[in-house]
């Protein structure tokens, strides 16, 4: 008889991927129960299993779907509990409990090295810097954001602004796309702000942040802003000039493609909402709003306009915007701006009858274009499946809204036309599933659920020629 390995043994076999995984859902099921508690909704009962754990998902995935307005179901303590899973959610399990090990000064055993790799795409010997790196900015951008935020606030809801600004804030910069202003306007976001720059620009910036991805976040303060804080505190100059001060490859890639996002984005919202959901407001309104709901589709789940009231080509364009995301590593989802170019940059290579994928005059290595390919598949997939059950079991919701929320959950931008809470329960599983795969990764969970070794690299297999196009 086999003999059973202790649990401690078992846990440290599981593979890292798996492990990620496995820690996400426990996350969740945990939120789900704490926000089942009476003491956690301002009627005081008991909330529903299935909305908790919706909620619970949301929050921890950063979505931002929700089936009641979070100010209005929701007393302070429960607020302060989907806070909590925001934050965990944004910079991702392992990365915060990795990372206060690392401030904490303990020293890192090799399977949290290969952990915190998996799930910040950096290399096992700069996890230590990273993680610093990932937690200090990210207190520190919510710090900011939130010191912002209360020049507005403040004063227009005393002492309670305060709260209101470090819970958008954490949102903005998580991307998740939960608010508490429904005293204001129920389930209205930020409609209330749409001309008002201090706070959808604030948000907009938090957001952009977040979004860019922790990898290029570190390697801009590394190669850009330390090296001339250093020159603040060394009067030997030559020590920082001959430093490497050149972006890395990854990073002008998403900084080129987040750029034009969200340019693109801004035009395409403007003039298709010019007399539509943005009739009401003037020209400068319109450009903060367009700006606004470029940054936001991404990812975040905001919105300074009623998206029910756009225009069905807006909502479309919308839709291809979720679908992207934010960067790689990230507080965002989406399949991720670099899979974006790297797809783009294999179409123009295989046109032009390269063999291989070419971007920016470097060459992109095979795995990279495969797990590109295979991570839109799969997104394509985990909306498809959703949308078909929401559209096939819930007659009075058409196709566009069917996709258009199943969009939102996999890319975990949380962006709604209003129609999440009146679902029905495969749909609503159907969405928590969605935005499950889509922060855990599509890929990353087909791994995590397989977990197959790979065939021996020395195996030798015949070709197979098959015809396409």
């Known amino acids: 008889m086999k003999e059973q390995l202790p649990i401690s043994?078992?846990?440290?076999?599981?593979?890292?991927?798996?492990?990620?995984?496995?820690?996400?859902?426990?996350?969740?099921?945990?939120?789900?129960?704490?926000?089942?508690?009476?003491?956690?909704?301002?009627?005081?009962?008991?909330?529903?299993?299935?909305?908790?754990?919706?909620?619970a998902t949301s929050a921890t995935c950063v979505t931002g779907?929700?089936?009641?307005?979070?100010?209005?179901?929701?007393?302070?303590?429960?607020?302060?509990?989907?806070l909590f899973f925001i934050q965990v959610g944004g910079l991702g399990v392992v990365t915060f409990t990795t990372g206060f090990t690392v401030l904490m000064r303990r020293k890192l055993g090799l399977k949290d090295m290969v952990l915190a790799s998996e799930n910040t795409s950096g290399t096992g010997l700069e996890i230590p810097r990273l993680l610093k790196t990932i937690l200090l900015f990210t207190l520190t951008a919510e710090l900011i954001g939130a010191l912002i935020l209360m020049v507005r606030f403040v004063p227009e809801f005393g002492a309670y602004g305060i709260w209101v600004s470090v819970f958008m804030a954490v949102s903005g910069y998580c991307n998740a796309g939960f608010d508490i202003l429904g005293h204001q306007l129920p389930g209205g976001s930020l409609i209330n702000y749409a001309g008002d720059p201090l706070v959808s620009l604030t948000i907009a910036l938090l957001i952009i942040i977040g979004g860019l991805g922790f990898i290029t976040i570190s390697d801009i303060y590394l190669k850009k802003m330390y090296p001339h804080i250093l020159t603040?505190?060394?009067?030997?100059?030559?020590?920082?000039?001959?430093?490497?001060?050149?972006?890395?490859?990854?990073?002008?890639?998403?900084?080129?493609?987040?750029?034009?996002l969200l340019v693109l984005g801004t035009v395409v919202i403007f003039v298709c909402e010019w007399s539509g959901s943005m009739a009401d407001l003037n020209w400068g309104e319109k450009i903060n709003a367009s700006f606004f709901q470029s940054a936001s589709a991404r990812t975040a789940g905001f919105a300074s306009v009623n998206i029910a009231q756009e225009r069905s080509?807006?909502?479309?364009?919308?839709?291809?915007?979720m679908f992207i995301g934010a960067s790689p590593a990230s507080t965002g989802?989406?399949?991720?701006?670099?899979?974006?170019?790297?797809?783009i940059a294999t179409v123009f290579s295989v046109i032009r009858g390269n063999e291989d994928t070419v971007l920016l005059r470097r060459m992109i290595d095979k795995a990279t274009v495969y797990r590109a390919l295979a991570i839109t598949l799969w997104g394509i997939l985990a909306v498809m499946i959703p949308t078909i059950i929401i559209a096939t079991t819930n007659e009075e919701v058409g196709i566009l809204s069917a996709l258009f929320e199943s969009a939102s959950a996999f890319s975990t931008a949380g962006i709604s036309m209003g129609?999440?809470?009146?679902?029905?329960?495969?749909?609503?599983?159907?969405?928590?599933?969605?935005?499950?795969?889509?922060?855990?990764?599509?890929?990353?969970?087909?791994?995590?659920?397989?977990?197959?070794?790979?065939?021996?690299s020395s195996s030798v297999l015949p070709e197979g020629k098959i015809i396409v196009g």
Not at 65 to 82: K, P, R, S, Y
Not at 245 to 260: C, E, G, W
Not at 419 to 434: C, M, P, Q
Not at 439 to 450: D, E, K, N, Q
């Open 9 to 55: 043994r078992r846990i440290k076999n599981i593979a890292p991927v798996r492990l990620i995984t496995i820690s996400f859902a426990l996350v969740i099921l945990i939120g789900s129960g704490l926000l089942m508690l009476p003491i956690v909704a301002r009627d005081g009962q008991t909330f529903h299993y299935l909305d908790a754990l919706f909620t």
């Open 65 to 82: 779907l929700t089936v009641v307005d979070t100010w209005t179901h929701f007393n302070g303590l429960g607020q302060a509990v989907i």
């Open 232 to 260: 603040l505190y060394k009067r030997n100059q030559k020590s920082v000039q001959h430093k490497k001060t050149s972006l890395n490859f990854h990073t002008h890639v998403a900084l080129i493609t987040t750029a034009v």
């Open 313 to 321: 080509i807006t909502q479309a364009f919308t839709i291809i915007l």
């Open 333 to 343: 989802g989406g399949i991720k701006t670099t899979t974006l170019v790297v797809l």
């Open 419 to 456: 129609i999440t809470s009146s679902l029905n329960v495969a749909s609503k599983l159907a969405l928590v599933a969605g935005m499950f795969i889509g922060r855990v990764g599509p890929v990353s969970l087909a791994l995590a659920i397989a977990m197959r070794k790979g065939r021996h």
